[in-house]
């Protein structure tokens, strides 16, 4: 019984995502996306990328409201460079929070010229 | 350690590949000093220079917005940061034409001088302990060698080139205008620029719209942009300025199959179903990969009489 259970649960799931999945146009416009793709894509995986990133977003604190369009707006190549490496690529936060003892190397560097972390700092030339 | 040090100061005192480039060869039309005073200044916030770095050039391009709107757009809590994508995806959202520049000081430069302030993203400290960093190019001096940014709770913010490129280059020279779509970026070059425009598409119809129409002035009769527009205009259900732009794409490049196939769908929503049938015959005689579309778009203008 529970096996059977387990069986239809994996049968609803696969059903769910199915229904979520663009269909490519039977008939009428071929749209931007199809032309700028390199050929025809794999749109269960383009699907399952955009999951992933809005998963992942959603995971590092994103409003959950706010993820759909926030994802929406990326393009598939946007969603192919991100998918599964959201942890690793870089994220623009600034000078808030370098520690102390990185504090004294990184003013060494940045009036070296090396590094610009501190506003206050002139570099020798 | 004296070693290290007057290695150091060495590497210091040594010029970037790229300001060399652009001390041997800059392009005459680069003017010796610029800076763009009018663009505003929003002291970033704990993490947030990414939304400060972005609305600083979506208000100068007259959107009304500020850093704490853009928060929920494209910032990461658990990142503590926010992602390039994202800058260009938010971007749009406002109807910007979102570009990313060329990995190349110059381009950065040249933009500038056209007036339009860039978004870099720097790496302020060092590769294996990275400090990544949002800021806002809004001049420089070449004489003096000196790039002015709008960066973090600094107002103008003067860094060396030298020092400026050692920390882009650790972002991989990544750097982005955002611009109202009938503009051109001054280095903008056809392939990504209407790349750009189909990216804008998803979000405004209307805003890529413009973004084409600004392409097709500069590079009459390419392909992706004539299509495009038509298929903007299109969703605008502006049908007769798609059928143009259609029309327009299968005499520019009469083996577009793509091109023949919304111009048959689109003639057949205009009402002229015979126009319609020879358009969407055509594009399955040339075939292609979406051939299986083109067919079923025949199918459905033959069928009705």
Redesign the interface.
Known sequence: MHAFNRAVARLLILCTIGLGIPL?????????????AS??RDRVKDFMAREDVRAQ?Q?????AD?VR??V????DQ?IS??AGR??Q??????????LFA?FII?LV?DI??????F?FTR??? | MAGVLFLMVLLGGCATPQVSALRANAPGSLPQQVELAAVPFFPQEEYQCGPAALATVLVHGGVATTPAALVPQVYLPGREGSLQAEMLAAARRHGRLAYRLAPRLEDVLLEAAAGNPVVVLQNLAFAFAPVWHYAVVIGYDRGREEIILRSGTTRSLVMTFSTFERTWARGAHWAMVALPPRQLPATATETDHVAAAAALERVSADGARQAYAAALEKWPGNLAALIGAGNAAYALKDLPAAEIAYRQATIDHPRSGDAWNNLAQTRFELGRRNEALIAAQRAVALGGPRLAQYQATLKTIAATP
């Not at chain 1, 995971?59 to 409003?63: I, L, N, P, R």
């Not at chain 1, 929406?72 to 393009?75: G, M, N, P, S, Y």
């Open positions: 490519p146009a039977s008939a009428g416009i071929v749209t931007t996306d199809q032309i700028h050929a025809e977003m995971s590092f604190g994103a409003d706010a369009e926030r929406d707006a990326l393009t946007e460079e991100l959201i942890d690529m870089p994220a623009g936060g600034g000078i808030v929070g370098v990185v990184l560097t070296l010229g090396l590094t610009k972390v506003p570099s020798v030339r």
